[in-house]
């Protein structure tokens, strides 16, 4: 089985039975998605405006963090998808 308890109720329940069970356990699950998608969204906000004042300073930036950060950020966002 798997690591959460949830997962565990929803396949011990038998065809037929406790189907409401199941349903409340998605339901839960499904709302937690899109709470942690609207999270991920503000930090990629936040993000990226961490790096725009970053960049601020770009000409002092010997190391090239802002570009090393930019890349970053975008590897993130396509892994997101």
């Known amino acids: 089985m798997s ?3 949830e997962t565990d109720r929803a ?3 038998e065809s037929g039975n406790g189907l409401n069970e199941v ?3 998605s339901r839960k ?3 937690e998605r899109d709470e942690a998608r609207e999270q991920i969204k503000e930090l990629f906000y ?3 405006r961490a790096i725009d004042l970053a960049e601020i300073d770009f000409e002092n ?3 090239g963090v802002v570009s090393e950060l930019r890349d970053g950020l975008e590897r993130i966002k ?3 998808k």
Request: a negative charge; glycine letters at 4%.
């Open 29 to 31: 699950l499904e709302r």
């Open 11 to 13: 396949w011990a329940v």
């Open 3 to 5: 690591d959460t308890p």
């Open 61 to 63: 930036d010997k190391f």
């Open 23 to 25: 349903k409340e356990i």
């Open 78 to 80: 396509e892994g997101a």
């Open 46 to 48: 936040i993000a990226e």
